[in-house]
């Protein structure tokens, strides 16, 4: 199996982070109404949180929560968009807390909306995120536009022709950073992606983690890699509403597009190893992601650093409230 992550889904990792941020409370929020069992049902709406296999999403409508679960006869496909350009495979990486989906499927006994199908529109999770971001971005440009009308004002006072032509300049320059902001705000989030990962929020518990590491230059995995992974495995098993964080990395001897390039192959090889090797699902992996040289775990200034900055961190997560039976 064989599949990129390219950066614009990269974006999308992040979002993961900010929507989550932006949607802790509903964690706490009562519990999701009874689907009757054996009867059909739909839901639309946002993912307001994860468990396992387990989302739950919050009702476009009525704003009522609804248990949907995702199992391996759920079809998931992602509607026209221009991010996720990868894999048909992947989408169900993508079930994550922010993203808006329609869900169809049959009551269970558990009163769960079992999902036969489930849509979702990757261009909607991206307006999200940018909605996010917006208010900082627009608080950005509206102090630059108020600092060029300050200077307008200035020289005000020494002609009246000179204040008007620095008033329009103030409204252009206002309209400029308006706009910079906005085309900044993807941007802004690929940078901030990699300073939050799902296992640093509050919501979740790390019940088990590995470092896998790799030769320069390579995204092979070695026999004592395979070892760590077939390890932590077999830590996952009998574990309830599990998923699992994987985060390539690469040193930077590379430029950033061979390092960037490497850390996705690094991350694929081991979603690669734990799917076909243990038989891990592919809707337990949450956006698997590589992050170039990004974040090193030590200095590049010697072998050794480099090294150890050449690997894959791998993060078995739970919810709280999950791992503590609430």
Known sequence: MKFKIRRGVQVLCYALAVILLGNLAYSAAPKAP?????????????????NGDIVTVKDKKSGSPTAVLITDNTKIERKSGYAFSRSKDMDVTAMVPGLTIDAE????????????????????????????????????????????????????????????????????????????????????A?????????????????????????????????????????????????????????AGYASSTGTKQQNQKLSEARAAAVVQYLREKDNVPM???????????????ATNSDPQGRALNRRVDVKVIVNKGVAEGT
């Open 34 to 50: 009874q689907v009757e069992s054996d009867k059909k049902g739909k839901v639309k709406g946002t993912i307001a949180s994860r």
């Open 105 to 188: 499927g049959v009551g269970n006994s558990k009163g769960q909306l079992a999902a036969d199908k489930i849509t979702f529109t990757p261009d909607e999770f991206a307006i999200e995120v940018a909605e996010e971001q917006q208010i900082t971005a627009n608080k950005a440009a509206t102090n630059r536009a108020q600092s060029t009308a300050n200077q307008g004002v200035k020289e005000a006072k020494a002609a009246q022709s000179s204040a008007n032509t620095a008033q329009t300049s103030a409204t252009s320059a206002g309209n400029a950073a308006q706009a910079a902001g906005a085309a900044a705000v993807m941007d802004a």
């Open 283 to 297: 809707r337990r992996f949450v956006i698997p992601a590589g992050y170039g040289a990004t974040h090193p775990a």
């Open 190 to 246: 690929a940078i901030q992606m990699v300073n939050q990962r799902v296992s640093d929020l509050a919501d979740y518990k790390t019940a088990a983690e590995a470092g896998i590491y790799f030769p320069s230059d390579g995204s092979a995995l070695d026999d004592a890699a395979k070892a760590d992974l077939d390890t932590l495995a077999a830590s996952i098993q009998g574990l309830e509403g599990y998923l699992i964080e994987v």
